[in-house]
Every structure is written in structure tokens, then in C-alpha cells.
């Protein structure tokens, strides 16, 4: 009789991550993960290790990984500080509900308890950023507790954790197929239907209502354009959350853009006159804010049976796919007459583009953000990826990024962590090698995980790196402006991150003026085409853009009035405007009319 091939456990699990069609894994060795470094080495054909600077950077980067692709995303850490330091990243891909596998390091099993060199019980740690998490009790299940923990991880799209005793890798286990993995896999999850009652008891309520709107999350996935086509037949407009970027076109007139900060000043102002509230598919952060300052009645579509009722009491729930709840409302109503309400944020979202527009094209020196988004917009392929960090970026990519479909985008959108920009990016070029990929990341992102630049260099990853530096945290010091407070531990010291770059073997520039501003994106296309990456550091001025979420709309026996939130510039060292028009033309919107204009325009009741 032949001996039964044999091969080692961390080859065999290896081998489980092939199965599940993964590409790359992000991570940092160290002593206690050293079973699974050799069995990156061998395995080096088939599954590509990318070596990050920080731990953090590859938990980013693999929750980046899923958010891009739907494919589940892997980083590792070794025992104690290579454990700990992945955590930021996996809060981000439990937020944002994105599938990683997270592989943690242990020490040797026989000293374990013993509170041996790096040794702590890592499993509680992780117990509340997991879906599941468990800890390899034997050398011959670690392949199939990590085959366990993909389908976990899928299942309810969130971090599966797996810690192994270092010693578990080396031993030789039978060489069977321990991946469950099939064909079967890559059906699509059955989804719930609205059914026909329901969609139109939701018709009627429409017919009730005035002012109704809808605000629409990711969930529509691809049914953008059929969701643009039931606002235009039933005349309701459009809000997004900012996870649905790019998934409604940008240019169908009933799309009003976001609400809240990062928000356009129609969406604001239309949401907030709204009588009739519709969430399809949208798990909106800040619905505490916006949901409960005003009455509207509220009707909530989701696919999941647990976000229902969870941010506002519900007139309605349907517990439904987007897509389909819309495909079938579409079938069952009636083309509406035009709505004045409609009208109104039509023109509401086209009076504050023109705004934008203004703002992109006009002389910008000392050089302002615009300018630099103008740039990328001329410069950016049709399917360009993009990487936008947490600070000001997030509120000034909503506004001035033109997406279309064909674009990806990536932020850490519930968590929001600061540091997110590179690991997006290098994410994005790594998933789509073939696809163009920018990092646009504020000073104080950028410096927090600025090390990786090595990691782009290492791979030659041709990725556009923007730094838009203004010396200062701009986001938190806006905060700050409407705080009875002084500016307070903002400031940041001025980098010159170009030469940060260079230090690191990456070609930049610095730009400080407008007119460099088309050079500088000339350098970074041609170096990024020869396979390189690239860095622009782009001194930006410190402005704090239109702040629409300070808009106030108030209900008056005969109408609504307009005006701007008291809190606003309460700041110690600076001045409150004396009225709304004031405020709007203190951000050079000279040419932007207060809504109210829009509904007397049109004839909106209230
Ligand atoms: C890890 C982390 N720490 C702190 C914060 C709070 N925070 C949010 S935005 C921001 C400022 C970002 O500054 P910068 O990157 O310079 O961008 P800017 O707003 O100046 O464009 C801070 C401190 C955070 N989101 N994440
Ligand atoms: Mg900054």
C-alpha cells in the first residue's frame, strides 16, 4: 500500500483561499504567523502576498477589496501589536458591511495560557468586530475552519476572524480538497419582492401626499436608471445616501445629489419640506439629524428584515429588494401630471450646479480645491477608480466628482477613518490592474498612513496620488466654526509631501498655483502610464465650502420660511451673517436663490 500524500495545514488552507478565487492577501509577518510565511512562498504562483507597511493599511485595503468587487478581501497580522493594529480596518469592513477574512496570528499552541512573548487571548478582542471568529483548535481543521469562515464572512457580509497557533501550520495534514466551494456558490442570494398590495399601498400614499421624495442607498445596486425612470413617471425627487454615488446618473434632473453635509443645498432644502419620506435601500448615518426635525410620513423599502423601523418610526415598511420593489411600481402606476414640488427641485439642483460650475471654472489663486477636481474630471478615463479619503474630500468629491456607472468608487463611508485613501487605492489596482486608480486624501489622512507609498512603489502600482494640503484637520475645524469655542489642536505643520515621495522613490510635484495645476496631471498621466506611481501635492487654501446643512426650513401658517441655523459661525473669532442672504453670498453664491423662490415660483403647497 502507498503512504497517503500528505501536505502541510498552511499550504492546505493556502489552497482553500485558491478555491474561493482570491488573488492577494494583504499583511505584516512576524514570528507567530511564520507557518503561514513559508506557505506564501511556496504557494507564491497562485496567490500573490503583498507586503503593506502597517497592518491597518492591508485590513483597509482587503475591506476596499470587497467593497470594490463583492469578493471577499484578506489581510493578516501576527500575535499581539500585528493583531490589534488590524482592528481599524475591520470596524471599516464590519460598517461598511463588507466580506474580509481576517487571518491572526497566535503563538505556538504549546504556549498558549502561559502568558508567553505576545500572547493574549485574542478572541475577545474580535468577538464584536466578527461575524465569526474562532480560534484553530487542531493542525488538521485549519483549512476547513478557514473554509468555515469565507462562507461566514459571505453570509452575512461582515469579518470573519481565524487565529492560529503558528506551530498548526507546519504539520503535515492528509492533502485532501478541504474547500467547499462550488459552482452553486456564485448564484445570486434569493431576494424578497414587494408584493402587489404592498406596492400599491405605497402608490396610494404617493397619490396622497404633495411633497414626497425619495431617498435612495446603495441597495438600488444596478436599478439606477429604472428608479430615474419611476421619479420621473410618479414626479418624486431623488436624494442619495453617499454610498449610492454613481449608481443614479448624475445628469437626470430629478437626481438632487445628498443630503446633510457633503450634501447639495437642493437636497437639503428639498428634504427638509418634504410630506412624505421613501427610503429604498438606504442605511443613512445621519438620519438622526435629518430624519427628526420635521414631520413627513415615512415609508422604508429594504432587503433586509432587520434595518426596518431602525432609523425613524415607520408609516410603511416593504420588505423588499430595491430593484424589484421598483420594477414593480414602475408596472403598476400611472404616468403623474408634472408636480409642482418636482418642478421646484429641478430647478432648485440646477440653479446650485450652475453654482458648482461657477466655482470649477473661475480663476482660483491662491489655489482652491476646485481647481484641482476640475483637473481630475479632464483627466480621468471613463471606468476610473477612485480612492477619496476622510476630511473635506468626501464632501467636495460628492459635489464636484463627475461619476457615471462606469466609475468605481471607494470610501470608509460608516466608519469613516481617516487613513482610508492609499489602501482604497492600492485595492483598486490591484483588483482592476488594468483601470486607472487616484487616492485623494486631506493632509492629515494622508500623513496618518503615508508609509504605504512604499508599498506602491514595491509593486509598481501606477496609482495618482493627490495630497490636498491645506496645514490643517479643515473638516473638524468647520465643526469648530459652529462651536462657542476657539480653533482648537487643528493645525497641522506644512509637509513637503513631494519630497516625502521622492524620499521614497515616488516621482511628484508640488503645486501651488492654478496655472501648474494641467501640468502637474500631465506628469502624473505619463508617469502612471509607464507603470509608476505618482504623487501631486496640491497647497490648497483652508476654506470651508458652502455649509448647505445649515439651512433651516421652518412650516408658517401659509407657507415655509428659509433661514439659517443660529449655530452657525458661533464660533468665538468669527461673525454671523445677518440673514440668509448674507450667508449664501459670503461663499460667492451671489447667484444661488433661497428655495422658497423655487416653491413660490411653482406654486408648491404646503
Ligand atoms: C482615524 C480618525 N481619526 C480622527 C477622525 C476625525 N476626523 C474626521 S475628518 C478629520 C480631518 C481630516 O483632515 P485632513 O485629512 O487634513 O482633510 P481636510 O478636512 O483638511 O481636507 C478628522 C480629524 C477620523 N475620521 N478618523
Ligand atoms: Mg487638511
Do not use: C
Amino acid at each position: 500500500m502507498t503512504a497517503k500524500k500528505t501536505v502541510a495545514a498552511s499550504v492546505a488552507m493556502l489552497k482553500v483561499l485558491e478555491s474561493w478565487g482570491i488573488g492577494h492577501v494583504y499583511g505584516y509577518p512576524g514570528g507567530s504567523f511564520n507557518s503561514t510565511m513559508a506557505a506564501l512562498d511556496l504557494q507564491k504562483d497562485h496567490i500573490q502576498y503583498i507586503q503593506v507597511r502597517h497592518e491597518q493599511v492591508g485590513a483597509l485595503a482587503a475591506a476596499a477589496d470587497a467593497k470594490l468587487t463583492g469578493k471577499i478581501g484578506v489581510a493578516f497580522g501576527s500575535a499581539g501589536p500585528g493583531a490589534t493594529n488590524l482592528l481599524t480596518g475591520l470596524y471599516d469592513a464590519r460598517e461598511d458591511h463588507a466580506p474580509v477574512l481576517a487571518l491572526v496570528g497566535q503563538t505556538p499552541s504549546k504556549v498558549m495560557n502561559y502568558n508567553f512573548f505576545q500572547e493574549f487571548n485574542e478572541g475577545p478582542m474580535f468577538d464584536d468586530v466578527s461575524v465569526y471568529n474562532r480560534t484553530v483548535m487542531t493542525p488538521e481543521s485549519l483549512p476547513h475552519v478557514v473554509d468555515q469562515a469565507i462562507r461566514e464572512a459571505y453570509k452575512y457580509q461582515g469579518v470573519a476572524v481565524v487565529i492560529i497557533p503558528n506551530d498548526f501550520g507546519y504539520v503535515q495534514i492528509p492533502d485532501e480538497i478541504y474547500s467547499s466551494h462550488s459552482e452553486t456558490d456564485n448564484k445570486p442570494e434569493p431576494q424578497p419582492v414587494a408584493t402587489d398590495a404592498e406596492v400599491d399601498a405605497f402608490l396610494a400614499k404617493v397619490a396622497q401626499s404633495k411633497r414626497p421624495v425619495i431617498h435612495v442607498g446603495r441597495g438600488i445596486k444596478a436599478g439606477g436608471e429604472k428608479l430615474a425612470e419611476l421619479s420621473k413617471k410618479l414626479q418624486i425627487p431623488l436624494v442619495m445616501t453617499g454610498l449610492a454615488k454613481g449608481m443614479i446618473p448624475d445628469d437626470y434632473e430629478g437626481n438632487v445629489g445628498f443630503a446633510n453635509r457633503a450634501a447639495s443645498k437642493a437636497a437639503d432644502e428639498i428634504m427638509a419640506a418634504a410630506d412624505l419620506l421613501i427610503t429604498i435601500g438606504a442605511d443613512f448615518p445621519f438620519a438622526n439629524l435629518v430624519y427628526q426635525t420635521h414631520q413627513f410620513e415615512f415609508i422604508q423599502v429594504d432587503n433586509d428584515r432587520v434595518e426596518l423601523g431602525r432609523h425613524h418610526n415607520l408609516d410603511m415598511g416593504i420588505w423588499s429588494d430595491a430593484t424589484a420593489f421598483v420594477e414593480k411600481a414602475l408596472e403598476r402606476s400611472e404616468t403623474q401630471p408634472a408636480r409642482p414640488f418636482f418642478q421646484a427641485a429641478v430647478a432648485d439642483m440646477k440653479n446650485w450646479q450652475e453654482y458648482l460650475t461657477m466655482l470649477e471654472n473661475r480663476e482660483s489663486d491662491p489655489l482652491q480645491f476646485e481647481a484641482i477636481y476640475k483637473q481630475i474630471n479632464e483627466v480621468a478615463d471613463d471606468d476610473a477608480i477612485f480612492s477619496i479619503d476622510v476630511g473635506d474630500n468626501i464632501i467636495n468629491s460628492f459635489r464636484h466628482l463627475h461619476l457615471t456607472p462606469k466609475n468605481k468608487w471607494v470610501i470608509s463611508a460608516l466608519f469613516a477613518s481617516m487613513g482610508s485613501g492609499v489602501p482604497g487605492a492600492l485595492a483598486a489596482k490591484l483588483s482592476f490592474p488594468d483601470r486607472q486608480a487616484f487616492n485623494i486624501a486631506g493632509d492629515g489622512a494622508f500623513s496618518m498612513v503615508m508609509q504605504d507609498l512604499l508599498t506602491e512603489k514595491k509593486y509598481n502600482l501606477p496609482i495618482i496620488n493627490i495630497i490636498t494640503s491645506n496645514t490643517t484637520l479643515n473638516f473638524i475645524k468647520s465643526e469648530q466654526d459652529d462651536l462657542p469655542m476657539h480653533h482648537s489642536g487643528i493645525d497641522l505643520e506644512d509637509q513637503d509631501f513631494a519630497m516625502i515621495a521622492k524620499g521614497m522613490g515616488v516621482e511628484s510635484v508640488t503645486v501651488t498655483k492654478s496655472a501648474d495645476v494641467p501640468a502637474a496631471f500631465e506628469k502624473a498621466l505619463a508617469v502612471t502610464k509607464a507603470g509608476k506611481p505618482f504623487l501631486i501635492d496640491a497647497k490648497i487654501t483652508a476654506k470651508r465650502d458652502l455649509p448647505v446643512e445649515e439651512l433651516i426650513l421652518t412650516p408658517t401658517a401659509d407657507g415655509i420660511t428659509e433661514t439659517v441655523n443660529p449655530n452657525y459661525n458661533q464660533n468665538l473669532d468669527l461673525q454671523q451673517p445677518a440673514n440668509l442672504r448674507d450667508f449664501l453670498d459670503s461663499y460667492d453664491g451671489q447667484s444661488l436663490k433661497p428655495v422658497t423662490e423655487f416653491f413660490e415660483e411653482y406654486g408648491v403647497k404646503f
